[in-house]
């Protein structure tokens, strides 16, 4: 089980009406898409974490965790768009930099007027809407989703695929951490040569151990002679 899985589960708020989770989560998310106040945003992210750290009962390690990855890709990201880049002939670099870090040849590399605050401004707006969803999937299981989905009409298909997707996504890890596992115990990533090489092994069988489960998934499928849908 999916470490998600768990703590959707066991957390505090897993036997409140999910049709509220949901619409609380939806709504959120759409204001923090909609929103263009640095401090509002602030005030949001502050406000859901702490729902979800204090009332979900959701560990702060692991939650840090979650939030860790997507923040360092968001972050690199980001940087495209604080810093501006060109050649002088092409752009008016003295129109919109005023901070110029480096010329070299009549290429240029600056930070646009504003660019600072727009990074940080979508920066922030992201991260809402990041916490925002880990509410959703951290406090309400996949069944509950399923159900609400159900309730509101949503086509099949889109429950067909969100259910599959979700299962290879687990199937996925599954795979990855027993791959993980076998190769630290046979000391495959004790140094840097040695943990490129089990990378480059775990990708490979990672691929191949997800093919066949695929394969074994439709033959039992077959088996119970399926008929189209998984809900």
Not at 42 to 56: E, H, P, S, Y
Not at 81 to 90: K, L, W, Y
Not at 199 to 210: C, M, W
């Amino acid at each position: 089980m999916l470490i998600i899985d768990r703590f959707a589960y066991t957390n505090n708020f897993a036997e409140l009406n999910p049709y509220m989770k949901v619409l609380f989560s939806i709504t959120l998310i759409l204001v923090s898409i909609i929103n263009s106040n640095i401090y509002f945003a602030c005030v949001l992210i502050v406000g859901v974490i702490f729902v979800t750290l204090a009332g979900a009962r959701i560990p702060i390690k692991t939650y840090g965790k979650m939030l860790f990855a997507p923040v360092i890709y968001l972050s690199i990201s980001i940087l495209a768009i604080i810093f501006s880049f060109g050649f002088n002939e092409v752009n008016d670099v003295t129109k919109y930099v005023y901070i110029k870090t480096f010329d070299f040849m009549n290429f240029y590399i600056g930070i646009a007027e504003g660019a600072i605050e727009k990074g940080i401004f979508i920066s922030l707006r992201a991260v809402s809407a990041i916490t925002c969803m880990y509410f959703l999937i951290l406090t309400t299981s996949i069944n509950q989703q399923i159900k609400v989905m159900k309730k509101i009409k949503l086509p099949f298909v889109f429950i067909e695929l969100y259910v599959l997707t979700y299962r290879f996504i687990a199937i996925f890890f599954e795979e990855a951490i027993q791959i993980q596992t076998a190769q630290k115990m046979k000391f495959g990533y004790d140094n840097y040569t040695n943990s490129m090489n089990s990378l480059g092994i775990l990708s490979k069988t990672l691929f191949i151990r997800i093919m066949i489960r695929y394969k074994n998934m439709e033959s039992i499928l077959e088996i119970k002679h399926f008929d189209g849908n998984f809900i």
